[in-house]
């Protein structure tokens, strides 16, 4: 069959929008060539050869002609192929259009024969005949043939198109030319500043880039069947690679041209600078260094000109034409610099002819200025001798000129030592200018003040009254008296009589000041001068006319009480009246500021924080005004005031509301589709909605808050709006409860139930997560409405909510819990989930019921894969895989290995999160491990932000960043737009990215100060200006953060921060992520390193092999303790890829790729290997991997080069192996190699600058004699040789052995405690006490001695240990039957091994600790309580001459503190910096400026003294270099009383003998000194003198105990105790009967103030004072002493335990540490129950109002769950970490160290109760608090209950409370306890109201089951059982009273905690009531107090 003459655009009757025209070819000779068949085409035929030129395909003609174009980036055809497919196949389908319903001839014949009769029979026979007949039967479109025929006709044009295609896809090849903008390439080439060369072959490339296109085809290509024109997109790429290239070549010259041109202006400046002539000694230095400084750019100006001639070679080479004004600048530039040689040699010759003129010069100026000092001492001393106050006027011209020749020469002697530095010359001294500057001071001084008094006085006196400034004159006359005074000391002749007479005259005038003061207070108006003219019988008003003289000339001063009445009257008037001037004029300009919201064409209120502030503050002032008795002059203007207050605080809360609801429901409503299903609602919504822009209109015209304020119809407009919205919103709930209950609620439980979360959050953050995203897409939506089609909004908006709940519940978990969640998530949104609460498919927790939707979704995910594997995708609609949503381009060959990105799910995914939040406005935080690419997503999308609209503030947070820190830093890059509102530059928004965000250190109380700032911003928006103190506002600034999981020095950020975020986790990759990463990257270095093909090959098999030795190496080298170091992360797999793409020669063949990757792979991997066998794995595993996977033997690969056939390479011969980086002679960079010359290799090393010369001249003898002699004595001694101590007798000693669950036998002796007898058990797992439990066992009586002695540590043990135990053993014994004296042992073996001195501390001597220092050495004083150095200080300065600056730290003193030492150090003064452990923050600058001082930078007698007490935040480097001392106060009462006396001011005989009453004073100054002894404090002494003793006792007794000490005492029991012991009736020191001389301060009668003596007298009775008090001289029981002893002992073992850092070695047994520590880990693990169930018991126990207990119930599940989850996870991870499955962070590994020290772990701490058991107990209590707990949730509330069992016991005794106060409906306010104690016995029933309560201990006394009243405790034991008690509530006024004494109940030993605001310490519970038949004060003194939990 003939081919077609042309193929027609379209049908004749096609509409015009059909497929566009195609043009035919011209048609091929019919009767010449033969067209093959459709079936004689083959696809050989059909492709063809794109290049062919056989003349047989010349012979046939093809069919059509397209055009190959480049459209809008990419390459098209024009018309389309589709096209041309849609018009050939329309023909066909039109053929069988065109013949549908003709006629059948037979048919018509038929017809016109029965008109006309001609046929036989009726009428039926014929409709037969033409309905059998009908339309003509053609071929129909439906019939199988013609759709083979379309169907094949279809395959053909598919098989010709192929070859089209592929010649089409050959042009992507250029697709840079195809998408490049010309303007934005060469702004961006300019912008990243390209060198030359790059430039040059940047050219070059794009010249290659056209010849490659101009050879890429033929212009035309002739297919079979279609016939390709290519040039139009040969043309569009010939041009813009040639455009390219030539803006590239003018953009060089233009530039070239600038820069020639800049560096001639450069060199003729720095001529005539050079050729300036200098005219004194400073304008020569100054162009001396500017001489030496220009060196450096005539260095650089030379390159420039050297770079010039470069680009112009580059020019000429490329064929540029040249300008000649270009050429000329050229040559012109090249002169320079022989022109500049000659400049500055002239210049340095004419610089050295000045110095030597202007040093002469500087000899004669010297000689002259002594001349003029002398001179100046000559008139100084004449002065001295005048005096005459009445001459004042004259003597002051002579002060005057005086002064000015001081000044004149001080500046001479300033400019005169700067020029001797100039010269180099040491700075000559004027000392005696010094000299007369302060000798001439007093007399200055007391004549400037004579002449201001003087020339003032009359103006006062005499001048009109209403000019006179009360403040300034009494602060003047202040001043003037101080100067005056001190002169009168200095003075002496004729000055000091005028000094004395001016002091009486200012005294004189002094005694007016009260009347002037009260006349001109600024209040007083007419009222008020009438008032006082009434009360004092004439008229007086202070007018112009009126005067001081005149005042008392009235005698004025008689009636200054009615004057002080009515002027302070006045006063409280005017200060109501200037507060409400200051209301009023605050809101002005206080604007209501507003901003245009999206595109919705209205605006909405900015926040309104400060104005709600400013509201707030000044509602509750003007309310406060009108109760004050002053307010009745402006009564009814404070009254309006307050009105429009109220009204603009209405106006407000109805707009903010209003503005609520309105963003709510806009986006809602804003979709038509929306509309129409819910037209009521939306007409309301519209109602709303105009009202609203009617009202934010208003703004437009005034925003002043006054004025819309006022605004009463607004109000109203307002209201009306609301309750629109209200019914809106009532009306849309039930629609809203359907988008997310059903999806939400199930989706929080499932991921907190069953998956596990990379970075915690609240069920909060989830949701709050879910609204930001979904606000992200819909606002896209808004942005561009005609995105999705009307029709499919419905459907968009389901995706957008399953996206959204996907990507914010469930993007929060890791790998595994992605799984999880997306079979559960699947499920729920197809409604296959059990909905009922007995659901047995998924664990959501109890009581969890589904609400289904009741509709099927209509979107949702594709059925394979995960949810998490698809995108939204905006641009088509639906769903759409990760992968298939951006083009996939290879990386650019030119990329640096840091910036790759290999286009991953994962990079596609994140990096569109991370844009589709930020560009919201929604803050993000990415969460996931090291090395998942977190910090890479965010910095590829800040970089590709549009910079004109956005600019960003980068920092990675460390352990070390402070608060201060990152303010600073972004402080230092934002704006200030206005007062107190800071941003970005206007136009701008800011995009803060912090990396590492959970990586800063806790500081004490748990939080992180840069985490905590940031919550600030977040919160309220700002933070404060820490120099101004004022509230800093940040405006137009967004965050996002990345953090990796806690744990490993990372911290978890608080609830409070996160909660801000979106957060995102980013999962680890899976292997099939590596390999395609790491293919993408080894064909990338291949590419760009052009490495042979062959070699390429296998870089493949390099991927598999280094991701198989990094999964194994994870799996088989973990970190344990040990080897803490073997941890790997994707980093560690990057540097190996890294290495390999370092190489400088790429590897010639597989070889020589094995030995480079192999080489990598060791330095990545093995060199972190510390042993042998770990090395020797590796060696073997690498071998294994090579034959494996390499394709080559590795034994041919690596034997050394003389090594025999079939050698077996070992691990030695690895080590030969080496690469390095070489700097070749010559190179720009350095050249990474393999190492085949070791000398090379040597050389490289040693080439590293100065290291011989380090190495040599290091002195490693210098260390200075003394220090050698100091220490040799203690070098061999054993105190000083690590624990030669058992480590396991000494590890016993501090911590009595770990108290592992293990079974004791039971307590042989009654009297031995059970504590101490478990310990003694333990110890006898020792070797050495081997046997000794078991013969206490069988003789306790043998041992009782030592329990009973008071001196137990002198008593001999029974046999054999008296003999075989040595003296530290026999302490090691001690610690089991009597610890409280370990603390006297442990100083008798002190003594006997180290000497006597070593037990007491030496004398307080500065001069000694002075003589040690040097100046770059601090002195460091570590103070101690009732210590103090500054007084000594002051002396040693005095002593030494040595001036002193001191200067106490806190907040803001800071930077005084480094002027200071600036200055003292280039001065060679001292600094005292005191309170150091103030300065928190400041310390980290303190270490930086000790690390700065050298000798070269401090004057040598420059020295900083510090002081502090022991604090951790103090810098640790400081302390160890510098110089410590301390003083210690003294320790017993003696020897504080002592003290007392021997310093300042009882020391001091006129204070001793001061008072006129001796007796009485002495008295009660011993009884103070005693007193003082027992509370350690030194600070009323020195006001104690000036009491007037004839006041009554009780005012003294307040003004010691009340004011003075128990100001300091913030605990309230604590200040009952100090008032007993200060005036208790059996002892207390200032009791009524002290002044009996037979009175006692204790019953042993020893102590008592002793009758009216001399100083010395009791200095005597106070030396014949016991050494050692007793404790009944304190009101204690003896047992006072075990106590205090036992908490020395204590003290004594933590500190030690401190300094010995967690220890190691054995534990006893024969255990390692490790192996004690997992026993002990596992214990706990297997004995701690899980976590309690917390929904199942808030099921059980929901709130019920009647039964607060289930309420107590439940918060006390909560918080055991806090301590339950931390005890569980460290427990768990610690071991791990033993065994090296994970990391031992700096936690775990304290955990352990808590543990092995048999301490409760500091890591549990924070989520715990305080305790302070050991951590046995401290287990085995936790343990019976949580059975209590259980027994409770299983068999209900207990009828007793064990109060100790309970974590925060204040919410049980609430609870009880507050059952009774809503049981018989009374204000809780009002109820209170009664207690009764119970006698022994069981208690089953619960008490009607109340509680039994049990569990607790008394402390210094017993409870008495015979009397029933609390009585003394016995003998040596501590504490005893508490009895149990009814806690019965009732109304505290109905309560009855009996004897008792009002014990304090705490919840540890310690009994101290933080102060709450009740006045308590937070340990306190409640004061328990118990039946006594002592005074209170009895069992006050004895420290007796309630314990929930003792600390064993």
């Not at 490329?318 to 000659?342: C, G, H, K, N, V």
């Not at 040693?1246 to 290091?1258: C, I, S, V, W, Y």
């Not at 009758?1651 to 006072?1680: C, Q, R, T, W």
């Not at 937070?1962 to 107090?1985: C, H, M, Q, T």
Request: glycine content about 6%; charged content about 25%.
């Amino acid at each position: 069959e003939a081919a077609p003459a042309a193929a027609t655009a379209a049908p004749a009757d096609a509409p015009a929008e059909a497929a566009p025209a195609v043009e035919a070819a011209a048609p091929a000779a019919p009767e010449k060539v033969a067209s093959p068949s459709p079936e004689e085409l083959s696809a050989d035929d059909v492709m063809g050869d794109m290049f062919d030129d056989d003349e047989d395909d010349e012979l046939m003609m093809p069919l059509f002609e397209i055009n190959l174009t480049v459209k809008e980036g990419k390459v098209e055809f024009a018309p389309t192929l589709d096209a041309l497919k849609s018009t050939v196949l329309g023909i066909f389908d039109d053929i069988f259009t065109a013949v549908t319903g003709i006629e059948d001839i037979r048919t018509k014949v038929a017809r016109r024969q029965a008109v006309h009769g001609l046929v036989d029979g009726n009428k039926g026979s014929v409709d037969s005949m033409l309905q059998y007949y009908g339309d003509i039967k053609i071929v129909a479109s439906g019939e199988t043939q013609v759709k083979e025929a379309r169907a094949y006709i279809l395959k053909v044009l598919e098989t010709n198109m192929v070859g089209p295609q592929a010649l089409a896809d050959s042009y992507n090849a250029f697709k840079e030319l195809m998408m490049v903008d010309p303007d934005e390439y060469i702004e961006d080439w300019k912008c990243a500043f390209h060198s030359t060369d790059e430039t040059h072959r940047e050219i070059q490339r794009l010249q290659a880039l056209a010849d490659a296109v101009e050879a890429q085809s033929s212009n035309q290509v002739a297919f079979k069947m279609i016939l390709v024109s290519c040039y139009p997109i040969k043309a569009t790429l010939l041009d813009m690679a040639l455009h390219l290239r030539t803006r590239l070549l003018q953009q060089l010259a233009f530039a070239t041209h600038d820069q020639n041109l800049f560096i001639c202006e450069r060199y003729s400046d720095i001529q005539e600078r050079l050729q300036t002539e200098a005219t004194n000694a400073e304008e020569l230095d100054a162009l001396k260094k500017y001489t030496t400084e220009s060196q450096n750019e005539l260095r650089l100006l030379e390159g420039g000109i050297d770079h010039s001639a470069a680009v112009f070679e580059v020019l000429h080479e490329s064929d540029f034409e040249i300008a000649d004004e270009s050429s000329a600048m050229l040559w012109r530039t090249a002169y320079w610099p022989q022109i500049m040689t000659t400049v500055v040699r002239e210049s340095e010759q004419r610089q050295q002819q000045g110095r030597v003129r202007f040093m002469d010069e500087l000899r004669r100026d010297q000689s002259q200025l002594f001349d003029d000092i002398e001179a100046i001492g000559q008139m100084v001393d004449q002065f001295a001798e005048y005096g005459d106050v009445d001459a004042v006027e004259e003597r002051l011209v002579y002060v005057q000129d005086i002064e000015q020749r001081i000044q004149q020469s001080r500046d001479h002697t300033e400019l005169y030592n700067s020029r001797e530095e100039l010269f180099g010359q040491k700075p000559t001294d004027y000392p005696q200018l010094t000299s007369i500057t302060k000798a001439f001071e007093p007399y200055s001084m007391m004549w400037k003040t004579c002449a201001e008094f003087t020339r003032s006085l009359p103006e006062w006196m005499d001048g009109p009254f209403t000019a006179l400034d009360s403040d300034q004159i009494a602060n003047d006359v202040e001043r003037w008296f101080r100067n005056t005074y001190k002169t009168t000391k200095q003075l002496k002749g004729e000055p000091l009589v005028a000094a004395q007479k001016l002091k009486q005259r200012i005294e004189t005038f002094q005694e007016h000041l009260p009347l002037i003061t009260a006349l001109r207070n600024p209040g007083l108006r007419d009222r008020h001068w009438k008032k006082m003219s009434d009360q004092i019988g004439f008229q007086v008003k202070a007018d112009s006319s009126f005067s001081v003289t005149r005042a008392l000339q009235l005698e004025l001063q008689k009636y200054m009480g009615i004057i002080d009445e009515v002027s302070e009257h006045a006063s409280k008037e005017y200060s109501l009246e200037k507060t409400l001037d200051k209301m009023q004029g605050d809101w002005s300009g206080v604007m209501f500021e507003y901003f245009a919201f999206r595109e919705t064409g209205t605006f909405i209120l900015k926040s309104l924080d400060e104005t709600q502030m400013l509201l707030d503050d000044q509602i509750v002032k003007t309310q406060s005004m009108r109760s004050s008795p002053y307010i009745g002059p402006f009564e009814e203007r404070v009254r309006l005031w307050e009105k429009k207050l109220v009204t603009i605080q209405e106006i407000i809360d109805e707009w903010l509301k209003c503005q609520q609801g309105w963003l709510y429901l806009e986006p809602i409503f804003g979709s038509e589709d929306i509309m129409q299903q819910m037209p009521a609602e939306g007409r309301k919504f519209r109602a709303v909605d105009n009202t609203w822009r009617k009202t934010m209109a208003k703004l437009e015209v005034t925003s002043e808050v006054l004025i819309i304020g006022s605004d009463e119809e607004l109000v109203k407009n307002l209201r009306d709006a609301n309750k629109l919205l209200d019914q809106v919103f009532t009306d849309l709930k039930p629609v809203i409860e359907k988008m997310f209950e059903w999806l939400v609620d199930p989706c929080v439980k499932f991921i907190r139930r069953n998956c596990k979360e990379l970075i915690p959050t609240s069920d909060v953050n989830l949701p709050y997560g879910l609204m930001n995203l979904f606000d992200s897409l819909v606002d896209a939506l808004k942005e561009d409405p005609c995105r999705v089609k009307p029709d499919d909004r419905q459907e968009w908006v389901e995706c957008t909510i399953l996206f959204s709940t996907v990507w914010s519940i469930g993007g929060s978990t890791e790998s595994a819990g992605r799984g999880k969640f997306n079979k559960f998530f699947r499920d729920l949104i197809s409604q296959k989930i059990q909905v009922s609460e007995d659901r047995t498919d998924y664990d959501l927790g109890p009581g969890v019921n589904i609400k289904l939707p009741g509709f099927n979704l209509q979107c949702p995910f594709p059925k394979d894969g995960s949810v998490y594997e698809f995108g939204l995708d905006t641009k088509q609609g639906g769903w759409n895989h990760w992968l298939q949503m951006e083009d996939v381009e290879p990386i650019p060959l030119d990329t640096p290995f840091q910036r790759i990105i290999v286009t991953t799910v994962d990079t596609i995914r994140y990096k569109y999160l991370l844009n589709t939040l930020m560009m919201h406005d929604k803050h993000l935080l990415f969460g996931g491990p090291t090395g998942t690419g977190k910090t890479v997503y965010v910095k590829d999308s800040l970089e590709n932000l549009d910079k004109s609209q956005f600019m960003t503030i980068q920092s990675t947070f460390s352990a070390q960043t402070n608060a201060n820190m990152i303010q600073d830093i972004i402080d230092a890059k934002l704006d200030k737009r206005r007062k107190g509102i800071y941003g970005p530059p206007f136009g701008y928004k800011c995009v803060i990215f912090v990396d590492d965000l959970n990586m800063p250190a806790l500081e004490v109380y748990g939080a992180q100060p840069p985490v905590e700032l940031l919550r600030q911003f977040m919160d309220y928006g700002g933070w404060y200006d820490r120099t101004e103190i004022t509230f800093r506002k940040l405006v137009d600034i967004q965050m996002v953060t990345a953090m990796g999981p806690p744990g490993g020095g990372r911290n978890p950020v608080t609830p409070r921060l996160l909660r801000h975020f979106n957060l995102i986790s980013v999962c680890e990759f899976d292997d099939a992520s590596f390999t395609r990463i790491y293919e993408e990257i080894i064909n990338w270095w291949c590419k760009s390193s052009k490495v042979d093909s062959g070699v390429a090959a296998r870089g493949k098999a390099v991927v598999v092999a280094t991701v198989e030795i990094y999964n194994t190496i994870q799996k088989e080298l973990l970190p344990t303790p040990q080897k803490s170091h073997y941890t790997y992360n994707m980093r560690d797999l990057s540097k190996v890829f890294q290495g390999v793409s370092m190489v400088g020669t790429p590897p010639p063949d597989i070889g020589s790729l094995v030995k480079l990757w192999a080489h990598e792979c060791m330095r990545v991997f093995q060199d972190r290997l510390t042993d042998d066998p770990d090395r020797t794995w590796f060696f073997h595993f690498l071998k294994s991997m090579v034959d494996k996977h390499m394709g080559v033997k590795f034994d041919d690969v690596f034997a050394p080069a003389e090594s025999p056939k079939n050698y077996v390479v070992q691990e030695a011969d690895m080590k030969q192996l080496m690469y390095a980086d070489f700097m070749i002679p010559g190179a720009e960079t350095r050249k990474y190699d393999e190492v085949t010359d070791r000398t090379k290799l040597l050389t490289a090393l040693l080439a590293e600058p100065n290291f011989l010369e380090q190495l040599q001249t290091f002195d490693k003898d210098n260390i200075p004699p003394k220090t050698v002699e100091a220490i040799r004595p203690y070098v061999n001694n054993e105190m000083f040789d690590p624990g030669k101590l058992d480590p396991a007798e000494f590890r016993f000693l501090l911590t009595g052995g770990i108290g592992a669950s293990r079974e004791y036998p039971p307590n042989p002796a009654p009297w031995q405690q059970n504590k101490l007898w478990e310990e003694m058990v333990r110890m006898s797992d020792l070797p050495s006490f081997e046997g000794f439990s078991n013969q206490f066992k069988q003789n306790p009586a043998s041992f009782k001695h030592i329990y009973e002695s008071a001196e137990p540590h002198a008593e001999t043990l029974p046999e054999p240990w008296a003999t075989d135990l040595n003296q530290f053993q026999k302490m090691v014994a001690l610690r089991t039957l009597r610890p409280d004296k370990i603390t006297s042992s442990a100083q008798i073996y002190v003594i006997d091994s180290m000497g006597q001195k070593f037990t007491e501390p030496p004398p307080f001597d500065l001069q000694r600790s002075y003589n040690d220092s040097n100046a770059v050495t601090p002195l460091i004083f570590v103070l101690s309580p009732g210590s103090d150095p500054m007084s000594a200080m002051l002396k040693f300065c005095e002593t030494m001459h040595i001036q002193m600056e001191s200067l106490s730290l806190g907040q803001g003193q800071g930077p005084k503190a480094e002027k200071l030492i600036e200055t003292a150090r280039n001065g060679g003064s001292w600094v005292v910096l005191q309170n150091c452990h103030l300065a928190v923050s400041w310390m980290t600058t303190l270490e930086r400026v000790c690390e700065s001082f050298t000798p070269d930078s401090c004057h040598p007698m420059f020295r900083l003294w510090l002081t502090s007490y022991p604090a951790p935040h103090f810098p640790v480097a400081v302390l160890q270099n510098g110089v410590k001392m301390t003083n210690e106060p003294p320790k017993g009462l003696r020897s504080n009383i002592m003290q007392t006396y021997l310093n300042d001011p009882v020391s001091d005989p006129d204070f001793f003998n001061s008072c006129a009453r001796p007796e009485a004073w002495k008295k009660l100054l011993f009884g103070l000194a005693f007193f003082h002894a027992f509370v350690q404090l030194m600070m009323f002494l020195n006001e104690f003198s000036e009491v007037d003793l004839a006041i009554p006792l009780k005012a003294v007794i307040y003004l010691i105990g009340e004011c003075n000490y128990g100001g300091r005492v913030t605990d309230a029991h604590d200040r009952r105790t100090l008032m007993a012991i200060l005036c208790d009736d059996v002892g207390g020191p200032f009791n009524t009967k002290i002044m009996d001389d037979s009175y006692k301060f204790s019953p042993s009668g020893k102590y008592y103030a002793p009758p009216d003596g001399d100083y010395d007298s009791y200095m005597e009775f106070i030396k014949n004072m016991p050494v050692i008090a007793e404790p009944e001289v304190f009101g204690l029981h003896a047992n006072a002493d075990i106590t205090k002893d036992q908490q020395e002992t204590d003290l004594l073992f933590r500190s030690i335990m401190s300094m010995q850092g967690g220890g190691g070695g054995a534990s006893g047994g024969g255990k390692s540490k490790e192996d004690v520590l997992q026993e002990v880990a596992e214990d706990i693990a297997h004995r701690m129950p899980p976590c309690f169930d917390i929904e199942a018991a808030i099921y059980k126990y929901p709130v019920d109002y009647y039964e607060s207990m289930n309420s107590v119930l439940c918060q006390e599940l909560v918080r055991f769950n806090r301590l339950i989850d931390i005890i569980h996870k460290s427990i768990a991870n610690f071991i791990k970490a033993l065994k090296g499955l994970v990391v031992m962070s700096s936690d775990l590994d304290q955990l352990g160290k808590d543990m092995f020290n048999g301490k409760m772990p500091t890591l549990w701490a924070s989520k715990s109760y305080p305790s302070m058991k050991p951590l046995g107990s401290y287990v085995n209590e936790l343990i019976a608090r949580l059975k209590m707990l259980q027994g409770w949730i299983d068999n209900g509330s207990p009828p007793v209950y064990w109060i100790s069992g309970f974590y925060f016991t204040h919410a049980f005794l609430t609870g009880v409370l507050q059952n009774f106060a809503r049981k018989y409906k009374v204000p809780i306010d009002t109820v209170g306890f009664e207690f009764e104690c119970l006698p022994n016995g069981e208690y089953n029933t619960k008490p009607e109201d109340g509680a039994y309560v049990t569990g607790m201990y008394l402390e210094g006394a017993r409870w008495n089951y015979d009397t029933f009243l609390i009585d003394e405790s016995e003998p040596k034991v501590l504490h005893t059982a508490a009895p149990m008690f009814w806690f019965k509530p009732g109304e505290v006024s109905k309560r009855t009273s009996f004897p008792h004494y009002s014990c304090p109940l705490y919840r540890t030993t310690e009994r101290r905690g933080v102060l709450a605001t009740t006045g308590h310490s937070s340990n306190f519970v409640l004061n328990l009531l118990y039946p006594s038949d002592k005074p209170p004060e009895y069992w006050i003194k004895r420290g007796v107090a309630g314990l929930l939990s003792l600390s064993d």
